[in-house]
């Protein structure tokens, strides 16, 4: 029973254009949604959240939506570089009392042909 | 403190062998969290630390897998009798909670079992 879903593998975009990365998610309890970004041989590294009570969040060319009621959201980003081709991780996050508990979605694995 | 570290960064070993793998959390985390990805997936929540205490462990951690955490600081995951089904990054993460950024991980240990 996957939680976070991911429902496109893989994506390409053309350097300068925007990105749009999909995640749709199950469970109604999740406190936040994280995107962690991960490159060949390294460890996911956190990118951007949003709390589960705001539909927007931004940081610089990155941009987070996300729609409550059809539990669904999306990472935006423009302009698109190279070196941001890696692999995109939709996670959700519930506050427990005893621990934080982060739920990965499968991943998208993002290219940025120059 | 230069985030989470985790050794060795390879391992290939033979089926039936035993195996551990070590984590240094980032010093002031009290939280520290293993989990598993296999090709083509997400990370998967193996079992979480709070302080010394291991407080949740996935149903993914079979009798072969065993997690220590003495005094609180670095973690052990020992998988004995290892088979192929084994093979995977183990990802070892921290946290300072409650956080609404989920973990810092580290690189990981790719477990190669043959």
């Known amino acids: 029973d996957q939680q976070v879903k991911q429902n496109s593998p893989s994506l390409s975009v053309q350097e300068g254009r925007i990105s749009i990365l999909n995640c749709d998610y199950t469970?109604?309890?999740?406190?936040?949604f994280l995107w962690y970004k991960k490159y060949p041989a390294e460890g996911p590294t956190f990118l951007i959240s949003i709390s589960s009570i705001k539909d927007k969040n931004e940081d610089g060319r990155f941009t987070v939506f996300l729609n409550k009621s059809a539990k669904h959201l999306s990472l935006h980003i423009v302009p698109s570089q190279p070196g941001d081709s890696a692999v995109y991780f939709c996670a959700a996050l519930e506050l427990k009392t005893s621990y934080d508990k982060v739920i990965f979605g499968p991943g998208t694995s993002l290219s940025v042909i120059p | 403190d230069t985030g989470v570290s985790q050794n060795p960064r390879h391992k290939i070993t033979k089926r039936g062998q035993n195996v551990t793998f070590r984590c240094d959390p980032i010093?002031?985390?009290?939280?520290l969290y293993w989990y598993r990805q296999t090709l083509g997936q997400g990370p998967e929540f193996l079992t979480y630390?709070?302080?010394?205490?291991?407080?949740?462990k996935s149903r993914l951690l079979s009798d072969r897998f065993s997690a220590e955490r003495p005094k609180g600081s670095f973690s052990t995951l020992e998988i004995q009798r290892t088979e192929q089904g084994d093979s995977a990054m183990y990802l070892c993460?921290?946290?300072?909670?409650?956080?609404?950024?989920?973990?810092?991980f580290g690189s990981g240990t790719r477990l190669t079992v043959v």
């Open positions: 630390f709070q302080n010394e205490a291991q407080l949740e």
């Open positions: 993460a921290s946290s300072l909670a409650p956080s609404n950024y989920g973990y810092t």
């Open positions: 010093s002031e985390h009290n939280r």
């Open positions: 469970n109604s309890m999740f406190d936040y």
